[in-house]
């Protein structure tokens, strides 16, 4: 099946530093790939959606200045934290999604990576 | 703007009893998925339906699409302690390619 990776896993900051976060599909090529931020005991959020080559496109109310995102592959989007503060620590979640042959496609999840910002 | 809602919020059930969650969208959807998240771990796909009144049976999890595309449910016969995680629903408007949109989820518990 499709496996999409996350690294790092676990990140501890000190505030004002930024933090780069990538994602890697493995074995297949990601038509798009979405960043999504989750809170505690809350659902994921959508914050941006990536495709390979273009200018991120962002959520209402995600600051696109502080969420840098780069898409340099068909198999590799990074997430950069710039200026991270405590309210930024979270569980950070990359998808990538693929053609899969049918009418519909398929969003596959990273690990995830938890982000905490002292 | 477009929701999808979830409900209940949480669920504590004993061993062996059924549960199901809802799903309700503001508007049609291309298609729904379910996702599942045990605590600490990030969410995995279960399923996809994509054909209004579809309902597709994994061993004991049973998912609906409703006949309007607006609406879903997951059903579990006989829950185990396995089971325990939030259950997402997500989907895409149909608009083209969008991005999934969660519900706020499901959380179960399970009592041995």
């Known amino acids: 099946g499709a496996v999409v990776s996350q690294h790092p896993s676990w990140v501890i900051c000190k505030s004002g530093t930024s933090v780069k976060i990538e994602c890697r599909s493995l074995?297949?090529?990601?038509?798009?790939m979405f960043w999504y931020r989750q809170f505690p005991k809350q659902s994921l959020m959508l914050m941006a959606t990536?495709?390979?080559?273009?200018?991120?496109?962002?959520e209402q109310g995600v600051e696109k200045d502080k969420f840098l995102i780069n898409h340099a592959s068909l198999t590799l989007s990074t997430l950069t934290v710039t200026s991270a503060h405590p309210e930024d620590s979270s569980f950070y979640i990359c998808?990538?999604?693929?053609?899969?042959?049918?009418?519909?496609?398929?969003?596959?999840f990273g690990p995830g990576t938890r982000l905490l910002v002292l | 703007g477009q929701q999808v809602m979830q409900i209940p919020q949480y669920q504590h059930v004993q061993e062996g009893e059924d549960f199901t969650t809802y799903c309700n969208s503001s508007?049609?959807?291309?298609?729904i998925q379910w996702y599942k998240q045990r605590p600490g771990g990030h969410p995995v796909f279960l399923i996809q339906l994509v054909k209004s009144g579809e309902v597709k049976k994994q061993k004991r999890l049973t998912f609906q699409f409703g006949e309007a595309k607006k609406n879903s449910s997951l059903h579990i016969t006989a829950t185990q302690t396995t089971d325990v995680g939030t259950y997402f629903c997500a989907g895409p408007w149909v608009r083209g390619n969008t991005p999934l949109v969660f519900g706020k989820g499901t959380r179960l518990s399970v009592i041995a």
């Open positions: 990536s495709n390979e080559g273009s200018k991120a496109t962002y």
């Open positions: 074995d297949f090529q990601a038509t798009t």
């Open positions: 508007t049609t959807l291309s298609n």
């Open positions: 998808s990538a999604r693929y053609k899969d042959g049918t009418v519909q496609e398929t969003q596959y």
